[in-house]
């Protein structure tokens, strides 16, 4: 276990398992491209830290602790979750399988450069960001309190996005597909670039507001549901 201080872990190499708790400090943990497939458990306390993994990340455990935090994948992350406390935190992941990242209170922003699937995000209060640059299929989102941005450019498949709390904003740029929006404690703002099919909106008592784009005749078949708001 590191102290209080700013420690340093660089790992060549295959890496299976084990333990690396690094405690406070601004501390640096840097995976190469050779720790292919890397498994462990990475526990960092309070102080402004950050994890680099230049390959995957697979059945691991990543805690950060209190301040803004930053961790890059440039690989796939499967079967992983990342947890983080307060702060304004960074995430920067491609591809996603089966991970589940809670980020605590902060404005966090969670980048993912390729698909997610079967994938659990929670950003917690503030003004958060995510973004899925391609596909998100079976996913669960929740934005919680905050003025939160959701922005999905792939195809949504049979994922679900809850807003929270806020004046919440969501892009859905391809046609989604049986996918839940559901925002019912602040006002929403929808944009369903290429319609959609099989969609459910539900919708609070505040001055929501949906914007569809080359609907087609997918949307016969989605369900909207607003409240008493204006």
Do not use: C, M, P, R
Not at 106 to 125: E, F, I, P
Not at 202 to 212: E, I, Q, Y
């Amino acid at each position: 276990a590191g102290g209080s201080g700013n420690d340093s872990i660089v790992i060549s190499g295959a890496l299976t398992g084990g333990e690396y708790d690094l405690s406070d400090g601004n501390d640096t943990v840097a995976l190469d491209d050779a720790a292919k497939d890397a498994k462990g458990t990475f526990k960092l306390g309070s102080g402004k830290d950050i994890i680099t993994v230049a390959g995957t990340l697979s059945t691991s455990t990543v805690y950060l602790g209190s301040d803004a935090d930053t961790i890059t994948v440039a690989g796939k992350t499967t079967s992983t979750t990342i947890e983080t406390a307060s702060g304004n935190n960074v995430f920067g992941l491609q591809q996603a399988d089966s991970i589940s990242l809670l980020a605590g209170t902060g404005n966090d922003s969670v980048d993912l450069s390729a698909s997610s699937n079967d994938s659990q995000y929670t950003l917690g209060d503030g003004k958060d960001t995510l973004v899925v640059d391609t596909t998100s299929t079976k996913d669960l989102i929740q934005g919680q309190s905050g003025d939160d941005q959701i922005t999905i450019t792939g195809v949504a498949a049979s994922s679900t996005v809850y807003g929270g709390a806020g004046e919440d904003k969501f892009t859905l740029t391809a046609a989604a597909s049986k996918t839940v929006v559901s925002d019912t404690q602040g006002k929403s703002d929808l944009t369903l670039s290429a319609g959609g099919e099989d969609l459910e909106v539900t919708f609070g008592d505040d001055a929501d507001k949906v914007t569809v784009g080359n609907a087609g005749t997918g949307l016969t078949t989605s369900s909207f549901v607003f409240g008493a708001g204006n």
